[in-house]
C-alpha cells in the first residue's frame, strides 16, 4: 500500500470548497481519517488488469435483454455468505477503517 497522507492543510482547503466551517482538532482527524481511506483504497493499484480491446472479444452492440421475473429476496444469500472469506455468523466481516472511537 501507498503511503498517502492528507494534510491539515489539504483538509482546510477542502472544507473551504464546500463550505463548511471545521476546528483545528477536526481538521487533524479528518486528515487522519482520510488518509487511511486512502491507503486503504491503494489497494486497487494492485489489482490486475488487462487492455480494454482484451474485455471485449466482439464489436460492440446494443443488445437488449427481456425483462424477466426478478428472483425471490435471500435466494442467493446463503451461497454468498458460505463463499465470502470472512464472516461472523450472518454478516460479511470486512477491514476496519476506522475505528468506534473515531466515529464518535
Do not use: C, Q, W
Not at 486512502?38 to 480494454?52: R, W
Not at 460492440?60 to 421475473?69: F, P, Q, Y
Request: charged share 30%; net charge negative.
Amino acid at each position: 500500500m501507498t503511503d498517502r497522507r492528507i494534510s491539515t492543510e489539504e483538509v482546510a482547503k477542502l472544507a473551504e470548497l464546500v463550505r463548511i466551517s471545521i476546528s483545528g482538532e477536526e481538521t487533524e482527524k479528518l486528515a487522519t481519517d482520510l488518509g487511511k481511506i486512502i491507503e486503504y483504497i491503494s489497494i486497487l493499484d494492485t489489482a490486475p488488469t488487462t487492455a480494454p480491446e482484451d474485455l471485449l472479444p466482439s464489436p460492440v452492440e446494443n443488445v437488449m435483454r427481456l425483462d424477466g421475473e426478478p428472483h425471490d429476496s435471500g435466494v442467493y444469500r446463503d451461497l454468498i455468505i458460505a463463499n465470502f472469506p470472512n464472516k461472523k455468523g450472518d454478516y460479511l466481516a470486512v477491514k476496519e477503517i476506522l475505528s468506534r472511537e473515531d466515529v464518535n
